[in-house]
């Protein structure tokens, strides 16, 4: 129904920046929160940014001042800039939405997860 590509992680040096993107395609009606989780071996998924229609924004403590995250509601995409990025950064992001659909209902969508190395 609903398909989230992400774009634009890799490997980045400490104090390094990143921008990574995520569009959502398909079968969308709205989309009432994107956002950004994170999760290493061994860790619970985490969520690392989210902002909601009407520009509600929440971060984790440990990314705050360094990352920001931004939405083009038009063209349903989320952005995650990330500066300062630190070797506890480094992770699997996963891009997420929770979506109203056009045949109906609200449900909760991933994308394929974007590994994000930070070397020291």
């Known amino acids: 129904q609903v398909q989230l590509v992400e774009s634009g992680g890799g490997l980045v040096q400490a104090g390094g920046s990143l921008r990574p993107s995520c569009a959502a395609s398909?079968?969308?009606?709205?989309?009432?929160?994107m956002g950004w989780y994170r999760q290493v071996p061994g860790k619970q998924r985490e969520l690392v940014a989210t902002i909601r229609t009407g520009e509600s924004i929440n971060y984790v403590d440990s990314v705050k001042g360094r990352f920001t995250i931004s939405r083009d509601n038009a063209k349903n995409t989320v952005n995650l800039q990330r500066n300062s990025l630190k070797r506890e950064d480094t992770a699997v992001y996963y891009c997420?939405?929770?979506?109203?659909?056009?045949?109906?209902?609200?449900?909760?969508?991933w994308g394929q997860g974007t590994q994000v190395t930070v070397s020291s």
């Open positions: 997420y939405a929770e979506v109203r659909v056009i045949t109906g209902g609200t449900f909760r969508f």
């Open positions: 398909g079968s969308i009606l709205n989309i009432n929160v």
